[in-house]
């Protein structure tokens, strides 16, 4: 049974371009989360997908966005990257409403420069 | 707003030691709580959770109690062992608001033999 899965593992882009990040859920589970995790920081929430909706946004501005394809995958585009975007992108899935069952993935670490 | 505060790192334990990792939180309503670790160049695991006032949640030795009445969710384990090195995350997911996990700022652990 495969867990979260994410692609790429590392990523470097200069200032001003753009990146989409990839999930794939845990078997079964229909619902993505995207999460931050600056160096040193605790992960913070970007937003969530379920049946293909933006289901809950944290505050994070509108260059970060997402999808969630009929095959519950997900993306996160990232638009014109800051050094600040800097970081390693965590996504998680659950199955519906049981937020106790977030599985994480191991994350791609994204560099600005 | 909601937030999680944990006791800040690094903490250094020999092996056998007693290990008391700090966390409270400020939420509106009733969350639930957990603990995460993210071991080197793996992704976040979650280790044990707890869903309503004075709940205890436990698991591989460590234990913590959702404490209302002083906001707290302190993990503690008794005997610590080199394998336990990591990073810990305090989180809580307000109920009423969403599925989204809201993290400290981790507090890393380092024990030695």
């Known amino acids: 049974d495969a867990g979260v899965t994410q692609s790429p593992t590392h990523l470097i882009k200069t200032r001003g371009q753009q990146v989409t990040l990839r999930c794939s859920p845990k078997?079964?589970?229909?619902?993505v989360s995207w999460y931050q995790q600056a160096l040193g920081q605790g992960p913070q929430f970007i937003f969530q997908?379920?049946?293909?909706?933006?289901?809950q946004r944290g505050n994070f501005p509108d260059r970060f966005s997402g999808h969630q394809f009929p095959n519950y995958s997900s993306e996160l585009n990232v638009n014109a990257l800051l050094l600040g975007d800097s970081a390693l992108y965590l996504c998680?899935?659950?199955?519906?409403?049981?937020?106790?069952?977030?599985?994480f993935g191991p994350g791609t670490r994204l560099t600005v420069t | 707003g909601n937030s999680v505060t944990q006791m800040e790192g690094p903490v250094t334990l020999s092996e056998e030691a007693f290990l008391t990792i700090n966390c409270t939180y400020t939420?509106?309503?009733?969350?639930?709580l957990f603990w995460y670790v993210q071991y080197p160049g793996e992704g976040l695991q979650l280790l044990l959770k707890?869903?309503?006032?004075?709940d205890k949640g436990s698991n591989k030795g460590f234990e913590a109690t959702y404490r209302k009445e002083t906001t707290s969710f302190h993990l503690e384990k008794g005997s610590v062992q080199v394998s336990d090195s990591a990073v810990y995350f305090c989180?809580?997911?307000?109920?009423?608001?969403?599925?989204?996990?809201?993290f400290g700022k981790g507090t890393t652990l380092s024990v030695s033999s």
């Open positions: 939420a509106t309503g009733y969350p639930s």
């Open positions: 989180a809580l997911t307000p109920n009423q608001a969403g599925t989204a996990l809201i």
């Open positions: 707890a869903t309503k006032a004075d």
């Open positions: 078997s079964g589970h229909d619902t």
């Open positions: 998680a899935s659950s199955l519906g409403q049981l937020w106790d069952e977030q599985y």
């Open positions: 997908y379920y049946e293909e909706e933006e289901r």
